[in-house]
């Protein structure tokens, strides 16, 4: 059975609180899984949400501030040490290759071969992602250092009409012939093609952008998603800190996920100098210009990808 959920693994910005840990993101997808921003204690946060290291297929991350990347050494090492055997592609920003070497190999262990690193760079790169059930793009985004959101996406499919294969007279064999060769004939002779039977069914699509102002990019990555994970480190009343030091507000995240018709908006990425009873003041901002489901995240949550658009 096919799982396709976000599990999040921390929530906090810089700075870690009691309730929050730094970022972490396991989003699974029929099998694979892909592990975004795996800040301090992430490998802690995985045991705690009953996630083990055999769960990662991907790990993406953003950028290289601490509390997106201080848990890539606990990772790579459990990975190693739970002797995870299939490929495990790690995705970074190319400019941040020395950070990226450091964590990597921040201290004495024995190594495995299964990390393959996929620097990305350039405005928009397309990673390959081989048989995987998705197709995976980074997209640069505005911060100080440099900084990527990535997203899935998933090819479009078909949804065959029972009634209009009745009617044209395929059935059995013949419905999965029609459906790889495009084309059949019926005993009767009748020449039928697959756009006579079927509809187009929407790949489904996720996008993960933590910090950044708003820009070209977030609005790309965000296009027409059926989750739309992002920051929302500021208040309203906080603009300016968030213009400044390369944030989004609450509101900001909800225009982009109103904007680009966004199906789920999942907020994440709070600064601590909100307290406990303010989180309800960042769906409600965002809700100001967001009218769909909205989530405000705590640690350890489970979101799952709202349900396949039939059209």
Sequence with gaps: MSVRDLTVLGSASAVPTRSRNHNGYLLRWDGHGVLFDPGEGTQRQMTHAGLSANDVTWICVTHFHGDHCLGVPGIVQRIARDGVAHPVDAAFPASGRPYWERLRHATAFRDT????????????????????????????????????????????????????????????????????????????????????????????????VMDTRLCDGVRELA??????????????????????????????????????????LVLTHFSERYPAADEHRFADEASAAFGGDITLVHDLDRIPLPPRRLT
């Design 113 to 208: 071969d299964v990390i393959r690193e996929r620097p990305v760079s350039g405005e928009r790169m397309a990673l390959d992602t081989g048989d995987a059930p998705f197709g995976l793009v980074a997209r640069r985004l505005s911060h100080p250092v440099e900084a990527y959101g990535y997203r899935l996406e998933e090819p479009d499919g078909v949804t065959m009409l029972p009634g209009a294969l009745a009617a044209r007279g395929v059935r059995g064999p013949l419905i999965r012939r029609l459906q790889e060769d495009g084309r059949v004939t019926t005993p009767a002779g009748r020449t039928v093609t697959l756009e006579e039977c079927s509809v187009t069914r929407p790949g489904q699509k996720v996008a993960f």
């Design 223 to 264: 296009a027409g998603v059926d989750m739309l994970v992002i920051e929302s480190t500021f208040l309203g009343e906080d603009a300016a800190l968030a213009a400044e030091y390369g944030h989004l507000t609450a509101a900001q995240a909800g225009a982009v996920a109103a904007e680009a018709g966004a199906r789920r």
